[in-house]
């Protein structure tokens, strides 16, 4: 028998990314499962304290194991920001916050250099019915390309360039993105925890 774990997203993508990480041995349920559920507001200053908020709030509601992540980018060169606001960073789509980002890095001079240097992070907390709860941390180094690239991933992924590999995280396959992403890292941190407290 799995275990059944919550994640609190609605998010298609970390929903799949998830799944891919876990693997088979956790049922995993969404947000979609419970639409009941009241939305819980990231109001948070970091990424730690939105995660185990959610986390939190979740598991007290439905009695289940839940973990939540929050997650953004951070640009050297814009004070790190959008950092927790990277979803609400502005109106409309996945690309227009893509657009937006790009051209507040051109009207700020930082057409190449160190303003371009960003990083994923993502934090990652699991809450239990017992009200105890773990969170980790990831992170992903690069930098901003100067154009969308790539059809993969979601948000930020075809702008934010690994130097090494010279791909945008949106041209990784789903295998090399868990290998290196920031919720990967997060997840590897977190799952001799989930391991334990969920029997795997």
Request: charged share 20%; with cysteine.
């Amino acid at each position: 028998m799995s275990a059944t774990l919550l994640f609190a997203t609605g998010n298609a993508g970390k929903l799949a990314d998830l799944r891919a990480l876990l693997g088979p041995g956790v049922e995993i349920r969404s947000l979609a499962d419970f639409p009941e559920l009241p939305e819980v507001v990231e109001d948070a200053a970091t990424f730690e304290g939105n995660a185990e908020k959610k986390a939190r709030a979740l598991s007290s509601a439905t009695g289940l194991p839940a973990l939540a992540d929050d997650s953004g980018l951070c640009v050297d060169g814009l004070g790190g920001a959008p950092g927790v606001l990277s979803a609400r960073y502005g109106p409309g789509t996945d690309a227009d916050r893509v657009v937006k980002l790009l051209a507040v890095l051109q009207a700020v001079g930082h057409l190449s250099g160190a303003g371009r240097r960003a990083h994923f992070a993502c934090a990652l907390s699991l809450a239990l019915p017992d009200g105890r709860a773990f969170t980790e941390v990831g992170r992903c180094v690069g930098e901003i390309a100067l154009a969308p690239r790539g059809s993969g991933g979601f948000g930020y992924d075809p702008v934010f360039l690994l130097p090494n590999l010279q791909k945008t995280m949106a041209e990784l396959s789903r295998e090399e993105k868990g290998a290196i992403s920031h919720r990967g890292q997060a997840l590897c941190a977190l799952l001799p925890v989930l391991k334990r407290e969920l029997g795997l």
